[in-house]
């Protein structure tokens, strides 16, 4: 007879989470915790804009103006541009995944050169 539960189990996608970093272009304004990596990039992108929009407002909440990055931990903390379904899964996979989402007026791709970002990520990671 059939595993109903291991059967279930096998449909079941496993809930991916990672820590987030949001900063706005004041490079001082700042959202940041745990958040789901739903199954694909689009609906990632919406619960991101919904958290921003309760955080800051509708105002600043448009996501088009922001880039989104993991943070490369075993190449010299380089921040990955997350542009397509490709490099989100590739993403979701890591076994810790922290994301930093820039303002596209912030223009640099390594941790170390945003001392906000650089803190908050060092607290973080060494956890």
Same mark, same amino acid.
């Given at each position: 007879m059939p595993d109903k539960k291991k059967i279930l189990n096998n449909f079941l996608f496993p809930e991916v989470t990672a820590k987030y970093f949001v900063l706005n272009k004041d490079e001082e304004t700042n959202l940041? @915790? /745990?958040?789901?990596?739903? *199954?694909?990039? +689009?609906d990632f992108l919406s619960l =991101?804009? *919904? *958290?921003?929009?309760? +955080? /800051? @407002? &509708?105002e600043f909440s448009r996501i088009d103006d922001y880039k989104i990055y993991y943070i490369d931990i075993e190449n010299k903390y380089n921040l990955v541009e997350i542009i397509n379904e490709e490099t989100y899964r590739y993403a979701r996979k890591l076994k810790d995944i922290f994301l930093a989402i820039l303002h596209k007026k912030i223009k640099s791709n390594i941790v170390q050169n945003i001392p906000i970002l650089y803190e908050w990520f060092m607290?973080? +990671? =060494? &956890?």
């Open positions: 940041y @915790g /745990w958040i789901t990596l739903d *199954e694909s990039f +689009s =991101l804009r *919904e *958290e921003m929009e309760y +955080s /800051w @407002g &509708k607290a973080f +990671s =060494l &956890k």
